[in-house]
């Protein structure tokens, strides 16, 4: 069974930056696609980004376009998620996921395993 542990997390100031984690503490992700999402309280778990196996194409929101960026170390078997100029809204618990398939994907059902999720707590 793939697990997936994200790292990274915290209280943060608007317009400040965090880079989040996602690494396989077993098995790996290096041959599929990978997505972080976020859940804030009250609402759906949504998309936020996503990069395909070897790192050459992703999709982002559009909330976090031009914002966020996320890579991947193939050698390390981690994903990361860089955020700048973080805004109140960005407060969430964020997941990252691998899925299906080797190609980008914004859809949350293709997702097969999670992680449990790291606090990010973005304040004025």
């Known amino acids: 069974q793939v697990q997936l542990v994200e790292s990274g997390g915290g209280l943060v100031q608007a317009g400040g930056s965090l880079r989040l984690s996602c690494a396989a503490s077993?098995?790996?992700?290096?041959?599929?696609?990978m997505g972080w999402f976020r859940q804030a309280p009250g609402k759906e778990r949504e998309f936020v980004a996503a990069?395909?196996?070897?790192?050459?194409?992703?999709l982002y929101a559009d909330s976090v376009k031009g914002r966020f960026t996320i890579t991947r170390d193939g050698a390390k078997n981690t994903v990361y998620l860089q955020m700048h100029s973080l805004k109140l809204e960005d407060t969430a618990l964020y997941y990252c996921?691998?899925?299906?398939?080797?190609?980008?994907?914004?859809?949350?059902?293709?997702?097969?395993?999670w992680g449990q999720g790291t606090q990010v707590t973005v304040s004025s």
């Open positions: 996921a691998r899925r299906r398939g080797v190609v980008v994907t914004t859809n949350i059902d293709q997702y097969e395993y």
């Open positions: 077993r098995g790996t992700f290096n041959n599929y696609a």
């Open positions: 990069i395909n196996r070897n790192g050459g194409s992703a």
